[in-house]
């Protein structure tokens, strides 16, 4: 599955793999990291994966990856 939000003015594309993976391209950065969930900040849209195991792959510039159990993936916008 691949989602992207052009409405949000730069916001990251994200793409699942099953519920094993997910990476996200675009500029973002970690706001919450553990084994159970991790928020990820990418300009005014705030990703939250929630799961078990969760760790962190790829991480650079433009491309964060994280990989574990993922139960939920959840979405927030600034001033929600």
């Known amino acids: ?3 992207s939000f052009p ?6 594309c994200i ?3 099953g519920n094993r993976s997910i990476v996200i391209t675009g500029r973002c950065v970690i706001a919450l990291y553990s084994r ?3 928020r990820i900040r990418c300009g005014r849209l705030l990703v939250q994966i929630t ?3 969760l760790e962190l792959g790829t991480l650079d510039e433009q491309e964060l990856s994280i ?3 993922i ?3 959840g979405f ?3 001033g929600a």
């Open 1 to 3: 599955m691949r989602a």
């Open 7 to 12: 409405e949000l003015g730069g916001a990251p």
């Open 15 to 17: 793409e699942l793999d």
């Open 36 to 38: 159970e969930e991790m």
């Open 51 to 53: 799961g078990s195991e």
């Open 67 to 69: 990989t574990g159990l």
């Open 71 to 73: 139960a939920q993936v």
């Open 76 to 78: 927030l916008t600034e």
